[in-house]
């Protein structure tokens, strides 16, 4: 059971490109999250989604698009990426039963120089 | 706006000691879920431990137990005879039901020594 995965693992890239964080579950759970993890800041949520075709904005989504076409992928995309982006992202999903807990990928080292 | 505190950065505990983690939150939720999650070098974010706001009994998982008190919006981990392989990052995490939208604290990292 691969659980939540995301690729690629490490990632550098250059002021001004893009990319995209892929992001797949095969638990068939209904929500899915990107968080990014900042030394001393712990996780901060960028964007989420409660199901397919259904996105919302977290706590920092400046910079960062989201879509859900399918139950299973939750690609982040860089538009045009910033040093400010340089961060650990992690994925996460849950199933949407009250209280559940959240499964995470096992996390992208972005670095943008 | 929901917080969530962890005020030591670090701290460090000797094997088969206990060691207690402190976490700190506020929400005007009366409904919630509280969790411990670990992250060791390995990046990977494992689940330690949750709490149903509910319920006032502690949480227990074998070594691992929380002292939730509502009241003082605390929820704090002890960690009884520690062991070497305990050594990560812990975050304190809340949700209001919708786990699509956890809180984090900013971490404690713990040592574990001989």
């Known amino acids: 059971n691969a659980g939540v995965t995301q690729t690629p693992k490490f990632q550098v890239l250059k002021t001004g490109q893009s990319m995209t964080l892929q992001c797949a579950q095969d638990?068939?759970?209904?929500?899915m999250s990107w968080y990014r993890q900042d030394p001393g800041m712990g996780l901060r949520l960028i964007h989420y989604?409660?199901?397919?075709?259904?996105?919302d904005q977290g706590e920092v989504p400046n910079g960062y698009n989201v879509s859900r076409s399918t139950t299973e992928d939750f690609p982040l995309r860089l538009l045009s990426a910033a040093p400010s982006q340089t961060s650990v992202y992690f994925c996460?999903?849950?199933?949407?039963?009250?209280?559940?807990?959240?499964?995470f990928g096992q996390g992208t080292r972005l670095t943008v120089v | 706006a929901q917080t969530v505190t962890q005020s030591q950065p670090e701290m460090s505990v000797q094997e088969a000691e206990t060691v207690t983690l402190s976490c700190t939150y506020d929400?005007?939720?009366?409904?919630?879920?509280l969790f411990w999650y670990k992250q060791p070098p390995s990046r990977q974010m494992i689940l330690v431990i949750r709490?149903?706001?509910?319920?006032?009994q502690n949480a227990t998982e074998n070594r691992f137990s929380v002292n939730f008190q509502k009241a003082a919006k605390s929820f704090s981990l002890k960690i009884s005879d520690s062991q070497l392989g305990d050594a990560a990052m812990y975050f304190c995490?809340?949700?209001?039901?919708?786990?699509?939208?956890?809180?984090f604290g900013t971490g404690t990292r713990l040592q574990v020594t001989l």
């Open positions: 996460a999903s849950a199933n949407s039963l009250y209280g559940s807990e959240a499964f």
């Open positions: 638990m068939n759970h209904e929500y």
């Open positions: 989604s409660v199901g397919a075709g259904i996105t």
């Open positions: 929400t005007s939720e009366s409904d919630y879920y």
């Open positions: 709490q149903e706001a509910y319920k006032q």
């Open positions: 995490a809340f949700h209001t039901g919708t786990a699509s939208k956890l809180t």
